[in-house]
């Protein structure tokens, strides 16, 4: 399966922003997809996952409340919504997809074979 992320840019503080997240050789709904965040300097984080049955969705603690990850297996993409944006979000925003049969998606990079390119977010202030 091959990820293609898309929909960063330049925003402003306060800005809402829809990233999407687009699989394609294999349908989206047999994987386990999400979203992680990597900040200059900084080590790649955990935003948010999707179950590939049910489509449960799961959140780091930071991202409850300004996060919604939502998906459309008919179009092969999941989405992250992000609202209240502020400049400690500037980011380069990856996707990713695993098959783990139970439990949750998965909280680790270690944890997702699959990545997309990484879609850049930066918030002005």
């Known amino acids: 399966v091959q990820l293609q992320a898309s929909g960063g840019g330049l925003v402003q503080a306060g800005d809402s922003l829809r990233l999407s997240c687009t699989t394609s050789g294999r349908s989206s709904r047999d994987y386990n997809m999400g979203w992680f965040r990597q900040a200059p300097g900084k080590e790649r984080e955990f935003v948010g996952g999707s179950r590939k049955r049910g489509g449960n969705t799961y959140y780091s603690d930071s991202a409850k409340g300004r996060f919604t990850i939502s998906r459309d297996n008919a179009k092969n993409t999941m989405y992250l919504l992000v609202n209240s944006l502020s400049p400690e979000d500037t980011a380069v925003y990856y996707c990713?997809?695993?098959?783990?049969?139970?439990?949750?998606?998965?909280?680790?990079?270690?944890?997702?074979?699959?990545w997309g390119q990484g879609t850049l977010v930066t918030v002005s202030s």
């Open positions: 990713a997809a695993n098959q783990r049969p139970t439990g949750t998606p998965g909280y680790n990079i270690y944890e997702y074979p699959y």
